[in-house]
């Protein structure tokens, strides 16, 4: 029996995707890239990312986003920090609500060792929210980015490659078109 959680469930379904996606690249690095992938998480989120990835020499400062493969979601506030680390990038995972089955990713980010391509023009994010006079208050260190921007990648192995170019053994790099 599948039970439909609520809103006020959101970030046990959000800590929930994240161990799904961190345990999926531990396993792909496990099975084709001699067990090499390290993972750290900040104790603070200041500059925008959630998790710490380093394989094959390529150190990734990753904000993660998700949404429902039904979502219509057409962008993703994107943190400007991100663009001062080595390697900064987005995984915006998609997933079935139905059974929490990860893919496919959208990728925002440059080539493995290469910086995050610049969002320096992107619009300002606003807040959600308006304050009392319903005014939605620019955020300035957040910036809306199109999913035109993102490369859409169909697997975990292929989000692997993305992140730290070709492994050992690893199946070849394959988007979704």
Known sequence: MIVNLDVHESVYRERLLEHLLIGD???HSWLYAGATLEVSQPSIDRSGHDVVLEANGVTRH???KTSSQRATTATQ???VGLSSKPSGCVIWTR????SMTLGPFMF???EPGAPLPSIADFPVAKHTKGNADGVKKERPNLRVVSISKFRKIADVPSLYIAL???AHEAPALRYVE
């Not at 997933?95 to 139905?98: A, D, K, L, P, Y």
């Open 25 to 27: 690249l531990l396993k």
């Open 62 to 64: 990753v904000q993660l």
């Open 77 to 79: 506030k994107v943190h």
């Open 95 to 98: 997933f079935s609500s139905e």
């Open 108 to 110: 925002f980010g440059g």
């Open 164 to 166: 730290f170019g070709t």
